[in-house]
Each structure stands twice: as structure tokens, then as C-alpha cells.
């Protein structure tokens, strides 16, 4: 035999047996029912599906596609080709206002701009509102017209005072409770007028109080009773008797005491 066919022989026989060793580390690797088995690309963690398994179960929500669950404790640190889902950003909603400020808002807003269309209207208003330090809840009432033939009227005129200043308070139930008011100057002596400008007056305690009633309704009435109490302009000096808001609250509260447990009587002149 030639050289060159003993290469040839022996190349065969190399063929063979590597065809042989393939063979059998095939067999190998299939199981005993003979399927083969492939190693598994991705993590047997059930927490992480194939996207295609997430897009077949939310048809819907194409966003849950670029989404996978968070991997568990055991899960690989490598990339898996998903999206880590984000952190969920908490919305504030603010709190609604209470019922009561949304209903006294309105309430006095439209009572405000009534008063402001009347006082442009007159060359001579009978009062005037304005807000204290643009506090809607809080008023100055300015009354300018007493009956001119009252001894009231008579002082006003005497001693050049233009007008009666009133403080206005709105309580937060307002309109369903009446507000607080008071007079701050002059200093009135009768008419109902008791310390501290605290006003005697059944329409302003919340036993004579009716949601209906509005500030021109109060401010009308509280003329009228000037006049029927004899209310005169107070000539004693002004440290006489303290004349302040405090005052006039303590006077108020004993007042509104008094009439619910002996009813509304009006009281004599010397009193009040």
C-alpha cells in the first residue's frame, strides 16, 4: 500500500469515530422519553413571563408591555431586556372649604356689590360699607342719616359729627347666625346702646335672627332704635367707661343670656 493511501485510510478511520462521539453525546442529552431537552434562555422565576405573555393577558394596556414585576430576592442582577417599574408619584388634592365660608362668601359677596351699585347711585347714601383691611368677613358701616327731628340728629349737627361709625363682624355660620355688631364713634349714651357700643337689639341675637335679613335690613333698624331709645351723643369724658370690642363682646354675651331665660322684654331707658 501506498503512502498516500495508508493518509487516506487513516482519515476514514478518524471520520468514523468522531462521527461516532457526536452521536453519542446527543443521546445523552435527551431524557428517558427521549425529548430533548433545551436549556432554558431566561429564569425559571414565574415572576418573569415573556413579554409576548404580558401583551396576550392586557390586550388593552400597551403600556404593561415595557413593564416587568420587580425580580425577586433570587433573581439575577443582569440585564433582562424590561423596564423597571417606576416609583408611583402621590397626588395632593386640597381639602374643599368648609360649607358654611362657601355659603357666607356668596352671601356677602352679592350683599357687598348691591350696597357699592346703591351708594354710586345716590348723591346722598343713607350709609356706606367698606371692608377692614380688605377682610370680606369684617365691615365699617358709616350711617349718615338719623330722623333729622331727633335730639340724636340735634348732636350730630352740634358737634359736626358727620356720621356714625359701625364695626361688623360675620360669624362663620353666617347668614344662619346673625353678625356682631357694635358702635365705635361717637359714643352714644341711651338708644340701646349699652358698654362698649354693644347694640340691645332683638334682630342681632340668634333667638330674633333670620337668614333673610341683610345688612341694609340691620343697619335700618338700628337707626330706628336709636331714635326710640332717646340715644343722645355721650358729653362725659372718654375714660368714663371703657369703650372697647372687648367690652362691648362681654356686654353682648350678657345681654343674649338675659333674654333667653327671661324672653325679650324691652328693657327701660335708664338701662340701656
Not at 34 to 53: I, K, M, R, V
Request: with cysteine; glycine share 6%; charged share 25%.
Amino acid at each position: 500500500m501506498s503512502s498516500r493511501s495508508k493518509e487516506k485510510v487513516t482519515a476514514a478511520i478518524r471520520k468514523f469515530f468522531k462521527s461516532s462521539e457526536s452521536k453519542s453525546k446527543e443521546s445523552k442529552d435527551k431524557d428517558g422519553n427521549g425529548t430533548h431537552t433545551a436549556a432554558p434562555a431566561e429564569s425559571a422565576d414565574p415572576n418573569h413571563l415573556p413579554l409576548a405573555h404580558h401583551q396576550h393577558h392586557h390586550p388593552h394596556h400597551p403600556s404593561v408591555a415595557s413593564v416587568a414585576h420587580p425580580a425577586g430576592p433570587g433573581a439575577s442582577g443582569g440585564s433582562s431586556g424590561v423596564v423597571a417599574p417606576t416609583t408611583t408619584t402621590m397626588v395632593h388634592v386640597p381639602a374643599s372649604k368648609p360649607l358654611d365660608t362657601t355659603i357666607r362668601s356668596r352671601r356677602l359677596m352679592k350683599e357687598l356689590k348691591e350696597i357699592e351699585r346703591l351708594q354710586h347711585s345716590r348723591t346722598d347714601p343713607c350709609f356706606t360699607v367698606e371692608l377692614i383691611n380688605d377682610n370680606l368677613y369684617e365691615w365699617h358701616a358709616r350711617l349718615f342719616r338719623i330722623d333729622p327731628d331727633s335730639p340724636l340728629a340735634e348732636d350730630l349737627v352740634e358737634l359736626n359729627i358727620p356720621f356714625i361709625l359701625l364695626h361688623l363682624v360675620f360669624p362663620e355660620n353666617f347668614p344662619f347666625a346673625p353678625p356682631f355688631m357694635r358702635v365705635v364713634e361717637p359714643r352714644i349714651e341711651k338708644g340701646f346702646v349699652m358698654e362698649g357700643g354693644a347694640i340691645c337689639m332683638e334682630l342681632l341675637t340668634p333667638r330674633g335672627w333670620a337668614s333673610a335679613y341683610t345688612v341694609e335690613a340691620i343697619l335700618m333698624q338700628f337707626a330706628a332704635s336709636l331714635v326710640k331709645g332717646q340715644g343722645r351723643v355721650s358729653r362725659k369724658p372718654k375714660s368714663a367707661k371703657d369703650f372697647s370690642r372687648r367690652s362691648a363682646e362681654e356686654a353682648f354675651r350678657s345681654l343674649v343670656k338675659t333674654h333667653e331665660k327671661y324672653g325679650w322684654v324691652t328693657p327701660a331707658l335708664n338701662d340701656g
